[in-house]
């Protein structure tokens, strides 16, 4: 999955902006799905931790490489927010996209590791100073633990999934970040544990001198 800082992509703005005043034939639906681990799906190393919490990170979608288990890796947190963001002034499609029930089960939004599911398609995301129609989809009341593995795909109506021939670069750009509950070190832990032991101590031995 390619993934590029949102801030280089300010001049593609300008070009698609100018693209977007055609007409619109109709509207991409994309679906979000986050889940717990699938076992038909392969499992790598390497996971989520390349961009800091609350930093915005773009991709293209769908494509094949989200066809895997991902990873809660090197973030620090327990992750309990997953915001997810459509950029259609940036992609490769004229028409109109926006978040939707794909999958035909009357909501918007596939998770069985978050409770709420909140759809914004007229939020204007900003981003160092410069600001994008980027339709947004939240997700909270739950918590992917640092360490464990996790789905995280969209459904498209029309399917865009780009052919195995052709690679994982999907004609829609889609963003995202999260943000979470952060872990102590284990070192941080045993010093924590250490301090409070020295307490229970002192004030065991202060007891018997009085």
Same mark, same amino acid.
């Given at each position: ?28 639906? $994309?679906?979000?799905? /986050? ?18 919490? @609350? ?10 490489? %989200? ?14 927010? *997953? +915001? /997810?963001?459509?950029?259609? +002034?940036?992609?490769? *499609?004229?028409?109109?996209? *926006? ?9 918007? =939004? ?7 599911? +909140? $759809? ?15 339709? @947004?989809?939240?997700?909270?009341? =739950?918590?992917? !633990?640092? %360490?464990? @593995? ?12 780009? !052919?195995?021939?052709? %690679?994982?670069? %999907?004609? /829609?750009?889609?963003?995202? @970040?999260?943000? =979470? ?11 924590? $544990?250490?301090?409070? =032991? ?13």
């Amino acid at each position: 999955m390619n993934t590029k800082n949102i801030g280089t992509l300010i001049a593609s703005a300008v070009v698609s902006s100018l693209l977007s005043l055609a007409p619109s034939a109709a509207a991409i639906l $994309v679906e979000p799905v /986050l889940t717990t681990p699938d076992p038909n799906l392969p499992s790598f190393d390497f996971g989520i931790g390349v961009n800091p919490p @609350r930093t915005v990170l773009v991709w293209n979608a769908p494509d094949i490489s %989200g066809q895997q288990n991902f990873l809660n890796e090197d973030t620090g947190l327990d992750i309990t927010t *997953i +915001e /997810l963001f459509l950029f259609p +002034e940036l992609d490769e *499609i004229d028409d109109e996209v *926006i978040w939707a029930d794909v999958n035909g089960d009357g909501q918007i =939004g596939i998770s069985n590791l978050f409770a709420n599911i +909140e $759809v914004d398609n007229n939020f204007i995301l900003e981003d160092s100073g410069e600001f994008f129609q980027a339709p @947004r989809v939240t997700f909270t009341g =739950g918590v992917i !633990p640092l %360490g464990t @593995r996790f789905v995280a795909q969209t459904l498209t109506e029309p399917d865009l999934t780009a !052919p195995l021939n052709v %690679g994982d670069a %999907g004609p /829609l750009l889609v963003g995202g @970040r999260y943000d =979470g509950i952060t872990i102590p070190e284990p070192s941080t832990i045993l010093a924590l $544990v250490s301090v409070l =032991g020295f307490g229970a101590l002192f004030n065991n031995k202060s007891s018997q001198k009085t």
